[in-house]
């Protein structure tokens, strides 16, 4: 990705919490690692975005959700993400009113 649409993204209060919440569903890492996969973007996004990474990332992932496929049908998978996805969004939202 080019710098400057990582930098035109994280500056974003909203765009960059909904890039980092996809992020988090995308790498599957363990949640002691992610927060320092999240350092790497301490200087780019805001403290919102990296909260929603590190909240949604180990709540909803790529792996998770093959795991609750076993478990649920596909409408409560979607709605379980869908969920954690706006919960996480407006904690991230508050946490940039609050600080920014």
Same mark, same amino acid.
């Given at each position: &990705?080019? +710098? ?11 765009? @960059?919490?909904? =890039? ?7 790498v %599957? ?6 927060? #320092?996969? %999240?350092?790497? #973007? =301490?200087?780019?996004?805001? *403290?919102?975005?990296?909260? =929603?990474?590190? !909240?949604? @990332? *180990? &709540?909803?992932?790529?792996? &998770?959700? =093959?795991? &609750? +496929?076993?478990? #649920?049908?596909?409408r ?15 904690t @991230? ?5 609050? !600080?920014?």
């Amino acid at each position: &990705m080019p +710098r400057e649409v990582l930098l035109s993204v994280g500056s974003d209060p909203v765009l @960059g919490i909904l =890039a980092m919440i996809a992020l988090g569903f995308i790498v %599957a890492i363990c949640s002691s690692v992610d927060a #320092f996969f %999240a350092l790497a #973007f =301490a200087q780019t996004f805001s *403290p919102g975005a990296l909260t =929603a990474f590190l !909240v949604a @990332g *180990p &709540m909803v992932d790529i792996k &998770m959700v =093959a795991l &609750m +496929r076993s478990t #649920f049908t596909i409408r409560a998978i979607a709605l379980i993400c869908l969920v954690v996805s706006i919960l996480t969004f407006i904690t @991230g939202y508050i946490i940039n009113w609050i !600080v920014l």
